[in-house]
């Protein structure tokens, strides 16, 4: 079955870098790829997602960028705030198997003013 | 968010007691989903229903039982409680395809 590696587990930087998380997967039918962001105490919440037959997708000041060969994609968020602090996860899915998500074991993002 | 809940929301329980987790979501979602959320292990898929009286096994269902009978609601049994299920359990629910899945609040639930 599908296994998902996410790295770093733990990243702290200073309010106004930028942070990158990264993702790999082992099915290279997986077709979908989304990020959830999870504040502590609070529920998981879609913050971007990238289809397969797309290799970069952004909004405002997250990007996702997805490398199919390798099969790997990464996270990446630009100056980042405060209130980017939180726990962020990848997941991979087959669009054949009814929206069954497979999730990275989550990075903790830690961005000091 | 209000569109799908959880109860309870915290529950401490017995090891050998049968528990029952809820989750009830207003969007008449297709497809509804159960998992766990343990540190160090991100969010692991229980068991999954793509309609009313389908589900199908995740990635960790052993000593889990579903059911949907109704297309809003998804529960979650827990037939004999052990400790290795002490976790935060959510619940989530998703239109069709390959779309965001709405999570509820969660439950954590507490085995003795």
């Known amino acids: 079955g599908e296994n998902v590696e996410q790295h770093p587990s733990t990243l702290s930087v200073q309010e106004g870098d930028s942070a990158v998380i990264k993702c790999t997967y082992s099915?290279?039918?997986?077709?979908?790829f989304p990020w959830y962001k999870q504040e502590l105490g609070k529920r998981p919440q879609l913050i971007i997602d990238?289809?397969?037959?797309?290799g970069e997708k952004k909004d405002q000041r997250i990007a996702v960028t997805l490398n199919k060969t390798a099969k790997h994609f990464s996270l990446h968020i630009t100056e980042t705030q405060p209130e980017d602090s939180a726990v962020y996860f990848c997941?991979?899915?087959?669009?054949?198997?009814?929206?069954?998500?497979?999730f990275g074991q989550g990075t903790e993002l830690s961005v000091k003013p | 968010d209000a569109g799908i809940t959880q109860s309870p929301r915290y529950k401490i329980t017995e090891t050998g007691r049968q528990v029952t987790l809820m989750c009830h979501q207003t969007?008449?979602?297709?497809?509804m989903f159960w998992y766990r959320q343990d540190l160090g292990h991100g969010l692991r898929l229980i068991y999954y229903?793509?309609?009313?009286?389908?589900?199908d096994k995740g990635e960790v269902p052993d000593g889990y039982v579903v059911s949907r009978s109704k297309t809003e609601n998804f529960p979650l049994t827990l037939e004999s409680a052990t400790r290795s299920q002490t976790s935060v359990y959510f619940c989530?629910?998703?239109?069709?395809?390959?779309?965001?899945?709405?999570f509820g609040p969660g439950t954590r639930l507490t085995v003795l």
């Open positions: 099915d290279s039918a997986s077709n979908y």
């Open positions: 229903s793509a309609a009313a009286d389908i589900t």
């Open positions: 990238i289809r397969s037959n797309v």
């Open positions: 997941a991979a899915s087959r669009g054949n198997q009814g929206g069954k998500l497979i």
């Open positions: 989530a629910s998703m239109a069709g395809g390959l779309r965001e899945q709405f």
């Open positions: 969007w008449s979602h297709s497809y």
